[in-house]
């Protein structure tokens, strides 16, 4: 399918006193969630596999927004891949 602008994001939950980093990529044209993955922590390595799991549902290369994480942007250049960096509220 064809995407054009996936918003990419990740957020901490804690369970049983263990910190978990949720992913989540949205087709942002859709304001459909396109494939989230809890990892046991958070870092570039982690978010380069989220990033090619997302990219299974997509058709070439859509533009990514992501806040200013190092290990959001680092993957995404490394990978050749379009985005913006915003601050997110």
């Known amino acids: 399918m064809v995407r054009r602008l996936i918003a990419l994001d990740e ?9 978990y980093w949720v992913y989540a990529a949205l087709d942002v ?7 989230m993955r809890v ?17 299974k549902y997509c058709e070439g290369k859509p533009m990514f927004i992501v806040d200013n994480a190092p290990w959001l942007k680092q993957p995404l250049e490394e990978l050749g891949l379009p985005y913006n960096a915003e601050p997110f509220r």
């Open 11 to 19: 957020t901490c939950v804690k369970v049983n006193g263990l910190e």
């Open 29 to 35: 044209d859709r304001n459909e969630i396109i494939f």
């Open 39 to 55: 990892y046991p922590s958070r870092n570039a390595l982690a978010t380069e596999q989220f990033i090619r799991e997302v990219l």
